[in-house]
């Protein structure tokens, strides 16, 4: 099956700073990589997804670029605010019709002030 | 809207005992999905349903039941609990691509 690594395990960025968060899948057929963000105590939330036709994708500070031949994908973080501070998981599976995504263990940004 | 809501939000069980957590949606999505998480280790997949009367295992089905009889409900079942279960355990639902969670439930076996 699908395997899916993460790092960092933890960040820890001054507010203003960009932040890089990265994982590495194992299943070349995977085709989908979404990017949730979990506040403390809250459920997870979609930020960001991107499938393996594309290359790159932006939603204002947030960015997720796609390597299909290295197998990895990262999440961009520009211009931290506080409130980004939250644990982000990236995720990825064969499709994105029904989604049996198998997820990183997570990453801990800390945004301080 | 409600979205996902799942029962009850806290919960705490004897070693050999059983429950099941709810889960219901009212977006109309074919999907659902029961992860469960632990410190530090990501959601891990329980089981999951592609539509009414269709469930199959996940990564982690073991000491787990689950039934969906309609398109709305997803409940999980425990049978005998063991500490290995103690966690926060998410119920999901997707139309396409995005999951869309409940707000968790989190059960402790002593």
């Known amino acids: 099956g699908e395997n899916v690594e993460q790092h960092p395990s933890t960040l820890s960025v001054q507010e203003g700073d960009s932040a890089v968060i990265k994982c590495t899948y194992s299943?070349?057929?995977?085709?989908?990589f979404p990017w949730y963000k979990q506040e403390l105590g809250k459920r997870p939330q979609l930020i960001i997804d991107?499938?393996?036709?594309?290359g790159e994708k932006k939603d204002q500070r947030i960015a997720v670029t796609l390597n299909k031949t290295a197998k990895h994908f990262s999440l961009h973080i520009t211009e931290t605010q506080p409130e980004d501070s939250a644990v982000y998981f990236c995720?990825?599976?064969?499709?994105?019709?029904?989604?049996?995504?198998?997820f990183g263990k997570g990453t801990m940004l800390l945004v301080s002030p | 809207n409600a979205g996902v809501t799942q029962t009850p939000k806290f919960r705490i069980l004897k070693i050999g005992q059983s429950m099941t957590l709810q889960c219901t949606q009212d977006?109309?999505?074919?999907?659902m999905y029961w992860y469960r998480q632990d410190p530090g280790m990501g959601l891990k997949l329980i089981y999951y349903?592609?539509?009414?009367?269709?469930?199959d295992k996940g990564e982690v089905p073991n000491g787990y039941n689950v039934s969906r009889s309609t398109t709305e409900d997803f409940p999980l079942r425990l049978e005998l609990a063991a500490p290995s279960q103690t966690s926060v355990y998410f119920c999901?639902?997707?139309?396409?691509?995005?999951?869309?969670f409940g707000s968790g439930t989190q059960l402790s076996v002593l």
């Open positions: 349903s592609v539509g009414a009367g269709i469930t």
């Open positions: 999901a639902s997707s139309y396409s691509g995005e999951l869309f």
């Open positions: 991107i499938r393996s036709n594309v």
């Open positions: 299943d070349s057929a995977s085709n989908y």
């Open positions: 977006m109309n999505h074919n999907y």
């Open positions: 995720a990825a599976s064969r499709n994105s019709g029904y989604s049996t995504l198998t």
